[in-house]
């Protein structure tokens, strides 16, 4: 054992020299001590968390408030932070003329009634990044359920009321919503990282789901993470640390309120949506503190809908030790989420009410995270996480039919042969079980080096996660079988289903990483400063390799400006859906006799077989240049950037043709079933989808926020942010659609060339913010403006460059020829050729919040408070913009 340590320290001591490449003598180190107490009460704080963010050291405060840190002497920037404070920063800059011995911190209540709040998002204190980080007010300024909510404060995006009724994800930095960019957006909890991967809920491969609330193949669901308990958001559009994979349009981290904190309840309510929330810390002893938190939403857009109701109820738990001399913290996390939603009955429906549907999932997370500040030579800290989430999810959907009974096909593999026949009135079903699982692991190592002038904060680790999903899958019952299933009259081929077990066909998917990552501080003799942060990441994700550089740099020109950018290399798994789509059923009915003595039916089945999907991951380059500007009157930030993302995964159709037996009867018994024989075959054409890594999407743009200081005359301030972006993909492949035309064969699909998908926009937003930090009264105005949307053509031409017959072979058209009347069944409408732009309008959103000394706190929240609706052209067409006003109310009580 003490050899193996041995040897740990020696490799440990040769990576620090090879990757500083000098033997320069490191510059002194310092302690700094003194006590934190309430700027109210006066008394001693236990308890608060004391951070060095420029070595990573830490400490937490004892019983008597006292703590001790030990820092760089040159470089440091402490920040003081716990629950219901407002955090606390000193850097070596402003503690000049202190006693770095007996300091004395004063940490103010976060309310109203400090002289400055936010109430949108800001940047980040990041010398060299851009992210933007959300806190308390800015969280509760839009009135919100869910983290979705939240983020419609980013530059660029549009304020919307919140739509429960529906799965609710985001797209980071693009101008068109595509399921790529949502599904490469990664969430990080807690410190763990969280997954929609193992996602299976779909009853056939066309991406249909059984109910509304099915999201397979996209981002993480928004619904599921309240907001009542989050404590602080922080959105990275750019180019993440080193430390983070699986990701390749962003990530965003939720931290949840943790630590010591008296009772909050909490109640929302607006527009068919009720939330009630309820939240406590607790202190155990010296060492343990507990929280708790529930929250349970109830959402009904539209009440003469009964099918579409969200009911969820989510309970938290996070312990949080530290050892006798705090050099030792564990934090458990456990999180609990259950949609309370049963049977959801049409009563109105003629059919007696049978008509219903629901989606019940309930999962659990569970998250450890240790951190050990070990002080040793060639080691700070040593932080370990380890995380599971688990669900049990059903969907299911049903409808109540009396049209005579159907054919089942029951083949499992291509044959011709008796299919089984529903009831005359039954219960059409569609079912799906899954049981998504993820379990991940991650060990961080990080030691601050200072030598002379330049400041060297390295941290390497590795982590590993696993996903699968064993549940029973699709259920397929022939006494129940559902109309995307059941058969009559002449077939058209289109897919069908059958049942798949989860648990039997996918296979667990394993992700490995490795990264490392130097982060820089360099001083100038003209006190200039240098930020660098510099990483390569190595991942193996289900046996493809890849390397992922990252850069951020930053640069002061001067005491107000900074100059910023970046570039890096992300990839994204596939998802097990993507990988396992299952096999693939085309059944025709070939006969159908039904007498008073017999019922008698043959099926054609064609069986696809699909084995595990050869998908690479997605993969993503992003590029960003900025600037960061402090002036007397207030921060300017702008950051320009251009993302490109290619191997994304995409549905394309895949034709193929068949033969299908042409079938002669004989009737040899008068009152027997007949007999038959293949007189010849006929060719038909299947068509299915399967993912593909050929999807390719640009996006370049650039974002500003303006942050002035609060004129006092007036306690008002304003804060200004906007985006253009514009966007592109192309997928490498030519459009083909069929026609119409029932009784066309000859010229049955046309190839049309497809133009790239191109959308931009420019959208800007004022906030006015008036504060009276004496009454704890905010009152803020939201001005939306959508300057310009614009949908460029989807097709380069109306007409087909080409086209295919009933046999699959194509014929190319010259173009001369497209004119010909002959070709017209392929003809599309020319409005395929015409961009659409819209005008310039806006929206108006009103907030007013007061608190009381007493602990009640009481909001209202307008969206479109002006009711504000107009009506823009789009070529021949006119649309109405914004949705109707809406009113909503939160009430709030500490105790």
């Given amino acids: 054992m003490y050899r193996n340590i041995h040897l740990y320290e020696r490799s440990m001591r040769f990576i620090v020299l090879l990757l500083?490449?000098?033997?320069?003598?490191?510059?002194?180190?310092?302690?700094?001590?003194?006590?934190?107490?309430?700027?109210?009460?006066?008394?001693?704080?236990?308890?608060?968390?004391?951070?060095?963010?420029?070595?990573?050291?830490?400490?937490?405060?004892?019983?008597?408030?006292?703590?001790?840190?030990?820092?760089?002497?040159?470089q440091f920037e402490l920040h003081f932070q716990i629950l219901g404070k407002e955090t606390y920063v000193l850097d070596n800059e402003g503690a000049d003329g202190l006693d770095l011995m007996k300091l004395s911190i004063v940490l103010k209540d976060k309310n109203l009634r400090l002289d400055e709040v936010e109430v949108t998002g800001v940047r980040k204190r990041d010398r060299a990044g851009s992210s933007i980080l959300f806190d308390k007010y800015a969280i509760s300024q839009?009135?919100?359920?869910?983290?979705?909510?939240?983020?419609?404060?980013?530059?660029?995006?549009?304020?919307?009321?919140?739509?429960?009724?529906?799965?609710?994800?985001?797209?980071?930095?693009?101008?068109?919503?595509?399921?790529?960019?949502?599904?490469?957006?990664?969430?990080?909890?807690?410190?763990?990282?969280?997954?929609?991967?193992?996602?299976?809920?779909?009853?056939n491969t066309k991406a249909s789901g059984v109910t509304t609330y099915d999201n397979v193949n996209t981002g993480y669901d928004l619904r599921s993470i309240p907001a009542s308990n989050i404590e602080s958001v922080e959105v990275i559009a750019g180019i993440p640390d080193a430390k983070y994979g699986n990701l390749t349009s962003g990530i965003i981290k939720i931290d949840r309120r943790a630590g010591v904190s008296p009772y909050r309840v909490s109640a929302n309510i607006r527009q068919g949506k009720t939330s009630v929330s309820i939240d406590k810390g607790l202190r155990l002893d010296d060492r343990n503190t507990l929280s708790l938190s529930a929250d349970y939403l109830n959402s009904n857009a539209d009440p003469r809908n009964s099918l579409e109701q969200f009911d969820r109820i989510t309970t938290g738990l996070i312990w949080s030790t530290v050892n006798q001399n705090q050099v030792f913290k564990?934090?458990?996390?456990?999180?609990?989420?259950?949609?309370?939603?049963?049977?959801?009955?049409?009563?109105?429906?003629?059919?007696?009410?049978?008509?219903?549907?629901?989606?019940?999932?309930?999962?659990?997370?569970?998250?450890?995270?240790?951190?050990?500040?070990?002080?040793?030579?060639?080691?700070?800290?040593?932080?370990?996480?380890?995380?599971?989430?688990?669900?049990?999810?059903?969907?299911?959907?049903?409808?109540?039919?009396?049209?005579?009974?159907?054919?089942?096909?029951?083949?499992?593999?291509t044959a011709l042969q008796p299919g089984a026949y529903t009831p005359v009135a039954y219960l059409m079903k569609k079912q799906v079980f899954g049981k998504p699982l993820n379990v991940s692991a991650r060990l961080d190592i990080d030691k601050y080096i200072n030598t002379g002038g330049w400041g060297h904060s390295i941290s390497y680790g590795a982590d590993f996660s696993l996903s699968d999903n064993l549940g029973r899958g699709r259920i397929y019952d022939p006494s129940s079988a559902n109309a995307q299933v059941v058969l009559s009259g002449q077939s058209t081929g289109d897919e069908g289903v059958r049942p798949l077990d989860f648990n039997k066909y996918v296979q667990s998917q394993k992700r490995y990483g490795v990264y490392f990552q130097d982060n820089i501080r360099y001083t100038f003799a003209n006190?200039?400063?240098?930020?660098?942060?510099?990483?390569?990441?190595?991942?193996?994700?289900?046996?493809?390799?890849?390397?992922?550089?990252?850069?951020?740099?930053?640069?002061?020109?001067?005491?107000?400006?900074?100059?910023?950018?970046?570039?890096?290399?992300?990839?994204?798994?596939?998802?097990?859906?993507?990988?396992?789509?299952?096999?693939?059923?085309?059944?025709?009915?070939?006969?159908?006799?039904?007498?008073?003595?017999?019922?008698?039916?043959?099926?054609?089945?064609?069986?696809?077989k699909i084995d595990k999907q050869e998908l690479k991951p997605s993969k993503s380059w992003k590029f960003e240049a900025g600037a960061d500007i402090n002036t007397a009157i207030g921060n300017i930030s702008l950051t320009s950037y251009y993302n490109r993302s290619y191997d994304g995964f995409m549905a394309v159709d895949v034709r193929e043709l068949r033969q299908l037996p042409r079938l002669e009867f004989d009737f040899p018994e008068e009152h027997g079933a007949p007999t038959y024989t293949i007189s010849g075959y006929d060719p038909t054409i299947i068509k299915h989808s399967l993912s593909v890594n050929s999807s390719v999407a640009r996006d370049f743009g650039l974002e500003f926020m303006m942050h002035l200081k609060k004129i006092r005359a007036i306690n008002t301030s304003f804060a200004f942010s906007g985006a253009y972006t514009f966007s592109d993909s192309s997928n490498g492949v030519d459009l083909v659609e069929k026609t119409d035309d029932p009784l066309e064969k000859e010229y049955l699909y046309g190839y049309y060339h497809k133009a790239n998908d191109k959308f931009d926009a420019l959208r800007l937003r004022l906030t006015a913010t008036h504060h009276i930090p004496d009454i704890g009264l905010l009152i803020s105005l939201t001005a939306e403006q959508f300057?310009?949307?614009?949908?460029?053509?989807?097709?380069?031409?109306?007409?087909?460059?080409?086209?295919?017959?009933?046999?699959?072979?194509?014929?190319?058209?010259?173009?001369?020829?497209?004119?010909?009347?002959?070709?017209?069944?392929?003809?599309?409408?020319?409005?395929?050729?015409?961009?659409?732009?819209?005008?310039?309008?806006?929206?108006?959103?009103?907030?007013?919040?007061?608190?009381?000394?007493?602990?009640?706190?009481?909001?209202?929240?307008?969206?479109?408070?002006?009711?504000?609706?107009?009506?823009?052209?789009?070529?021949?067409?006119?649309?109405?913009?914004?949705?109707?006003?809406?009113?909503?109310?939160?009430?709030?009580?500490?105790?």
Avoid at 61 to 69: K, L, P, R
């Fill in 20 to 74: 500083l490449g000098t033997c320069l003598p490191l510059s002194a180190q310092q302690y700094i001590s003194g006590t934190v107490s309430d700027a109210d009460t006066g008394n001693l704080m236990a308890g608060v968390n004391i951070i060095d963010l420029v070595s990573g050291q830490w400490t937490i405060s004892g019983d008597d408030g006292a703590f001790t840190i030990e820092t760089s002497a040159r």
């Fill in 142 to 203: 839009v009135q919100a359920f869910s983290l979705a909510e939240i983020l419609q404060q980013l530059p660029g995006s549009e304020i919307r009321p919140s739509v429960l009724n529906e799965p609710q994800t985001i797209s980071l930095r693009t101008a068109m919503a595509k399921k790529n960019n949502a599904f490469g957006v990664s969430y990080v909890l807690d410190g763990m990282q969280l997954s929609n991967d193992e996602n299976m809920q779909l009853y």
């Fill in 527 to 608: 006190d200039r400063k240098l930020y660098a942060n510099i990483g390569m990441r190595y991942d193996n994700q289900s046996g493809y390799s890849g390397f992922s550089p990252r850069v951020n740099l930053g640069y002061e020109l001067s005491d107000k400006v900074k100059v910023r950018f970046g570039t890096g290399f992300a990839s994204k798994a596939p998802s097990l859906s993507n990988l396992f789509p299952g096999d693939k059923y085309f059944d025709y009915v070939m006969a159908d006799f039904r007498t008073n003595y017999y019922s008698y039916n043959l099926v054609q089945t064609f069986v696809k």
């Fill in 330 to 413: 564990n934090t458990l996390s456990v999180t609990l989420r259950k949609n309370l939603d049963d049977m959801n009955y049409d009563k109105d429906n003629n059919d007696g009410g049978q008509v219903a549907k629901y989606k019940k999932e309930t999962g659990i997370l569970l998250s450890n995270r240790a951190k050990w500040a070990l002080q040793s030579r060639w080691m700070d800290n040593l932080g370990f996480q380890a995380g599971i989430s688990y669900a049990s999810q059903e969907s299911y959907d049903q409808q109540f039919v009396n049209n005579g009974g159907k054919v089942v096909p029951l083949a499992m593999e």
């Fill in 787 to 895: 300057t310009r949307t614009t949908s460029y053509a989807v097709l380069r031409d109306n007409r087909p460059f080409a086209y295919a017959n009933a046999n699959l072979e194509y014929f190319e058209i010259p173009e001369a020829e497209r004119d010909n009347q002959k070709y017209s069944p392929l003809w599309k409408d020319m409005s395929v050729t015409q961009d659409r732009t819209y005008p310039a309008y806006h929206n108006f959103h009103l907030r007013v919040t007061k608190e009381m000394l007493n602990g009640l706190s009481l909001s209202f929240y307008a969206y479109n408070f002006l009711n504000y609706r107009p009506y823009v052209k789009i070529l021949d067409a006119y649309s109405i913009r914004n949705q109707k006003v809406s009113f909503g109310g939160n009430v709030k009580f500490v105790f």
